[in-house]
């Protein structure tokens, strides 16, 4: 069985709090001049957290904004309109837990004819156990990892997301957790099939499905940029948040943690300035699969590099989104 790294919510803080005194190299990179006016930034899960701090951002930087979220629809949209003064911002429903939610809104972006230059993939959930979907899968799979393949993959054929010949290219950036690092490895075994589990298993969950995304992004970068990069794709983790992500803990555990990260963790929108960054700078233009830990560059785990783990989880992936997936052929090759 996969193991992630931790399977305590408060050790797992207390290496939150390490990285929140840890030195930020290239912090000083980061600046307003960096616009984004006449871009289109597309940021999933952007109605709570750092999704939330992003689309303000990216707003006031002068993009089209488009918020994609399942719940605080239109008020998050209309707050964001207010912080930045920006009218240029708009809300899509995806709920990324629902396979036939994801084909709908990608459906919805290609109608209206929507060409994404930034795709923020930052949805996802922590939950305490646990939770089949309509679809069969464990929902902290779906919506951690799986929905970004299938997101991803449709963005990509339908052209939302461009290729482009020049720059700037397009970027999409995963955001990631540098606690994947000491995930054990990809249990084939068990993917993608729905077993019952309680709080530790789902910490370490967490941890192991972003060593699982961070597998396939590294993948998906190697297959796109045969030869030259005509796609960056970037990952990033912000760091200690002190935003929604333990919603859902049991309620003691929560408010520990939500004391804990009221006093040690960043503001999101302290901890969207390395993604703001890493998105916009010419620092990441004309690459692709770099990894920054807050503003740290850093190498992820070896094992997400490694060809033969990548092929053998994007071919795990199609074969278990053939099988799950009724509208499978809107992405397979
Ligand atoms: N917080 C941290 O310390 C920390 C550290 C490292 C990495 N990260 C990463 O940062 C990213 C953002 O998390 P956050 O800390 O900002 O947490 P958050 O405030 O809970 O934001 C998570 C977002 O994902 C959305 N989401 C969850 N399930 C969804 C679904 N089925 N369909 C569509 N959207 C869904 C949430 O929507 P609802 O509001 O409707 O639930 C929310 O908008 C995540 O990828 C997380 O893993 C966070």
New binding site residues.
């Given amino acids: 069985m996969a193991e992630g790294r931790f399977t305590n919510p408060v050790i797992a803080s207390l290496a ?1 709090i390490k990285d929140f005194f840890a030195k930020q190299q290239l912090a000083s990179r980061y600046s307003d001049k960096d616009r984004a006016d006449g871009r289109t930034v597309l940021i ?8 939330f701090a992003l689309a303000v951002e990216f707003a006031r930087r002068g993009a089209r904004v488009i918020m994609a ?4 629809i239109p008020e998050a949209g209309d707050r964001v309109n207010k912080l930045s003064g920006s009218e240029n911002v708009e809300m899509h429903f ?4 629902k396979i036939e939610s994801i084909h709908l809104f990608v459906q919805a972006l290609s109608e209206e004819k929507i060409q994404v230059d930034i795709c923020i993939l ?4 922590a939950l305490p156990g646990s939770r089949k979907t309509a679809s069969g899968q464990d929902q902290m799979f779906l ?2 990892y799986l929905s970004n393949v299938i997101l991803s993959q449709l963005l990509l054929s339908k052209r939302v997301i461009p290729m482009k010949e020049s720059s700037p290219l397009s970027r999409i950036l995963f ?3 540098d606690s994947h690092q000491g995930a054990t490895h990809i249990d084939y075994e068990e993917f993608g099939r729905y077993f019952e589990y309680g709080v530790s298993k789902g910490i370490s969950n967490y941890s192991y499905f ?1 060593l699982v995304l961070n597998t396939y992004a590294t993948e998906l970068s190697r297959r796109t940029n045969l030869g030259s990069v005509k796609l960056s794709i970037h990952l990033i ?5 002190a ?3 333990v ?1 859902e803990a049991p309620w003691l555990l929560r408010i520990i943690l939500k004391s804990i990260f009221r006093i040690v ?1 960043k503001s ?1 929108a302290r901890a969207a300035r390395p993604v703001v960054y890493m998105a916009l700078s010419p620092d990441y233009e004309g690459t692709s699969n770099k990894y920054l830990h807050m503003f740290n560059p850093k190498k992820m785990d070896p094992k997400v590099y490694d060809p033969g783990e990548g092929k053998k989880l994007w071919e795990k992936s199609m074969e278990l989104l053939k099988a799950i997936d009724p509208d499978y052929a809107a992405y397979s090759s």
């Fill in positions: 939150g999933t899960g952007a109605n709570s957290g750092l999704g979220g399942r719940s605080s995806l709920d990324l837990s930052n949805a996802a959930v919506v951690n955001i990631s957790s972003k983790c912000p760091g200690p948040v935003s929604n992500i919603k963790f999101p």
